[in-house]
């Protein structure tokens, strides 16, 4: 059974940045695209950001393009969300997932393993 892992997320003003990291347990982190998205009150979740295998390939959801970057280590089982510029809409509970092989697809179908997930919060 793979675990996934969130941390990192706060309680942080506009403009401000959080890196959020996800562990995954298992010894195939490579072998799987890793995603990450996101659910605030009310609304469906939403796509934020993918990551192929390898780390090699990126996709990004419009509203982060930009200002949120995506990256692994797959040494440490470990794949990362750097957020810069943050904005109130930006708050959320942000989640990994695991994708059912190596290249990146953004659709949740996709994903088949999921963290609990980690509140951001962005003040005004």
């Known amino acids: 059974q793979v675990q996934l892992v969130e941390s990192g997320g706060g309680l942080v003003q506009a403009g401000g940045s959080l890196r959020l990291s996800c562990a995954a347990s298992?010894?195939?982190?490579?072998?799987?695209?890793m995603g990450w998205f996101r659910q605030a009150p009310g609304r469906e979740r939403e796509f934020v950001a993918a990551?192929?295998?390898?780390?090699?390939?990126?996709s990004y959801g419009d509203a982060v393009k930009g200002r949120f970057t995506i990256s692994r280590d797959n040494a440490k089982n470990t794949v990362y969300l750097q957020m810069n510029n943050l904005k109130p809409e930006d708050t959320a509970v942000y989640s990994c997932?695991?994708?059912?092989?190596?290249?990146?697809?953004?659709?949740?179908?996709?994903?088949?393993?999921w963290g609990q997930g980690t509140q951001v919060t962005v003040s005004s």
């Open positions: 997932a695991r994708g059912k092989s190596r290249v990146v697809i953004t659709a949740s179908s996709f994903f088949d393993y």
């Open positions: 298992g010894r195939t982190f490579s072998n799987y695209a």
């Open positions: 990551i192929s295998g390898s780390g090699g390939s990126t």
